[in-house]
């Protein structure tokens, strides 16, 4: 939010559609008009359904939400491609584990400021993890709000943001933060602290024997003194939280790590309660994206040998840099050298645009229409909307040049294929509209 002023005013933000003039990725472009940008990208697109081919459409974009996911995840649906939304700090695991453990698809709303207690392991909440603006607003009244002092304690294997700010640190050798959790839910078992339903319910009455401090001390590098300390101090603080991500996700095995550290809150009766874990509704309008899809790391692999072997014929990327975000070993941007056409919807000449054949930026987001569900949510029913408040910068231009919403680039071409996207507009702001007065019509909420 606080870069977004400067990608506004950046002067090196694309001013028009850029067609690749030299070999690709020599980063040498020539302009040309909207008219000849769009008639070329439909064109591509064209070709692909003659040969019956369009399954090699391939879409990338960020995670998108609210309409503009609905718009599309529709577009790529009707046209019959791969959609890819690109996750840059990828969260599989923790997705993965939310859903395993407490059945949710939507990330829960972890309730900072009404606990008495927060374990996190490797979750750098105050820094990048997650929705650190959110989680710091709640650590300020955890800490400072009109109410007794929260205690934090940070399981980590580095000296992270969180652990700077945190009561205790304790630090576990990398990717033994699982087998910390179950040591310290033997802890909680041994000695009665734990809720008996919930036990039974995770264990079927197995008291975890081979978790036990003393057998795991040295395995995880942190003392069984230690170990049964803050499983004391987590049960007797009630009510506390459990957190895990971030490192602790970043292992192989990182998913038995995070199931492990979040069946912690159903020990201690945290799940469903203030203070504890408070989970997200669903959006009320049923057809917007609920969660924003995302793409697990195994699927960028299979993509990569699909370039490679000229499964991808055309590449469109929009609000995403994978060329820069995905490792070197996965040879991605050796593998587009394979794809005949990739077209970048960028405003800015990053990584993946610079290999792009044709260019079409798209509005900064303050200069645009939108909507969204947030996730993580804050617990409740919530859907933002969001309209332009400055003029596109570029607009003085003309029409044929200049930027334009990605949305509405993507309708126009829609109407050019004869997709039938059955939504509720021609233009983007026209869906918005009806998705607001649904929202209305509705009559509840605030």
Same mark, same amino acid.
């Given at each position: ?77 009707? /046209?019959?491609?791969?959609? %890819? @939304?690109?996750?840059? #700090? &990828? *969260?599989? +695991? ?7 453990? /407490?059945?949710?698809?939507? %990330? @829960?709303?972890?309730? #900072? &400021? *009404?606990? +008495? ?7 750098? /909440? ?10 710091? *607003? ?309």
């Amino acid at each position: 939010c606080e870069a977004g002023l400067q990608a506004l005013y950046n002067p090196d933000r694309i001013r028009g559609p850029l067609l690749r003039a030299g070999e690709r990725g020599s980063s040498q472009f020539e302009e040309i008009s909207w008219t000849d940008a769009l008639g070329r990208l439909t064109f591509q697109l064209e070709e692909l359904q003659r040969r019956r081919a369009q399954k090699s459409m391939v879409l990338i974009t960020n995670p998108v939400g609210g309409h503009l996911g609905m718009v599309a995840e529709r577009f790529v649906e009707r /046209f019959r491609g791969r959609f %890819m @939304p690109y996750e840059s #700090i &990828e *969260r599989t +695991n923790l997705r993965a584990a939310i859903k395993q453990v /407490f059945g949710q698809d939507r %990330m @829960p709303d972890f309730d #900072i &400021e *009404r606990a +008495n207690f927060i374990l996190s392991f490797g979750a750098d /909440f105050l820094n990048t993890w997650v929705s650190p603006v959110r989680y710091a *607003r709640g650590f300020g009244e955890f800490r400072q709000g009109d109410r007794p002092r929260g205690t934090m304690v940070q399981v980590d294997s580095r000296f992270s943001m969180t652990g700077a700010n945190a009561d205790d640190r304790i630090f576990v050798k990398p990717g033994m933060e699982g087998i910390l959790a179950l040591s310290i839910a033997h802890v909680l078992i041994k000695d009665g602290l734990a809720d008996t339903a919930a036990v039974e319910a995770l264990t079927g009455g197995d008291t975890l024997e081979e978790f036990a401090p003393e057998a795991v001390a040295q395995k995880i590098g942190v003392a069984a003194e230690k170990v049964s300390g803050v499983a004391h101090a987590f049960a007797g603080n009630r009510p506390a939280i459990a957190l895990g991500g971030g490192s602790a996700a970043a292992h192989t095995n990182g998913l038995f790590n995070l199931t492990a550290i979040y069946s912690l809150n159903y020990l201690v009766g945290s799940v469903g309660q203030e203070g504890g874990i408070v989970f997200n509704p669903a959006s009320p309008l049923d057809d917007i994206p609920s969660v924003p899809a995302v793409t697990a790391f195994g699927e960028w692999q299979e993509l990569a040998n699909d370039m490679r072997s000229g499964d991808v014929g055309v590449m469109m990327v929009r609000g995403a840099d994978p060329f820069y975000g995905l490792p070197a070993s996965l040879g991605f941007r050796e593998a587009s050298y394979d794809v005949p056409f990739i077209f970048s919807f960028s405003n800015f000449m990053d990584d993946t645009t610079a290999m792009a054949d044709l260019v079409l930026p798209e509005h900064n987001y303050l200069e645009d229409w939108g909507s969204d569900s947030p996730d993580p949510g804050p617990g409740y029913e919530l859907v933002g909307f969001q309209q332009p408040v400055v003029r596109p910068f570029f607009e003085s231009r003309g029409e044929h040049l200049g930027t334009r919403g990605f949305a509405d680039v993507l309708l126009a071409i829609a109407g050019e294929l004869d997709l039938d996207l059955d939504l509720p507009g021609e233009t983007f702001k026209d869906i918005l509209q009806a998705g607001a007065m649904k929202l209305f019509e509705l009559n509840r909420g605030s």
